[in-house]
């Protein structure tokens, strides 16, 4: 009787991660039917990525882009043209930045007292310090332009970038659903580059 019970949570226990990977797999290659801009000279980059996800997911994946590169990165989800137009993503970037931090510190104070005798105190004194901290910048956020499911920009230099992608709620009927009842999406992230156009003089 254990035993059943013990299989009989082993089974419950797989189905969600048997959903999960029956998703992955209907959902590969998913980036490859994005619209993509070849006529403009654009080439599809090999960070482009595919993914299942479920409604109201977010995703966040890193990326490198070289000096003087155009890229454009576009989101879609062709099985699910309901969410076209919807998604929404932000291309942040972790940069150093100085920053003066005041803390008290306790030093020693001497002074006379009604006896002339030399006492010793200590004094709270504000001290600043310059320090660099790591903060997020977001460099590009799609909510701020009519949610364009897709940016071109050419970057001064190589850097590394985080694209968040943040997964539109919709109905579950309008969705795909796998063995487990949960409703998900297909979604590819395509990333395309060519060369950008460098300015100034050149031999």
Partial sequence: ????????????????????????????????????????????????????????????????????????????????????????????????????????????????????????VKVPKTQRKRVYETIEEVRYDNADYEMSQEFVFTSNKTRKLRVKVYVPNADAEEMSSGLSGSSYACVGLLIEHQPGVVTGFSR
């Fill in 1 to 120: 009787m254990k035993r059943t019970n013990f299989l009989t949570i082993i089974f419950l226990m797989a189905v969600p991660l048997i959903d999960f990977a029956q998703s992955q797999r209907e959902c590969y290659n998913t980036v490859s039917f994005c619209e993509t801009e070849r006529k403009e000279g654009f080439t599809k980059n090999m960070q482009s990525l595919s993914g299942a996800f479920e409604q109201g997911d977010t995703s966040e994946v890193q990326i490198i882009v070289y000096k003087n590169m155009e890229y454009r990165v576009s989101i879609c989800s062709p099985s699910n043209p309901e969410l076209a137009g919807k998604f929404q993503f932000k291309i942040a970037e972790d940069v150093k930045k100085g920053v003066w931090k005041e803390s008290t510190i306790y030093v020693d104070s001497t002074y006379d007292d009604e006896n002339y005798d030399t006492q010793t």
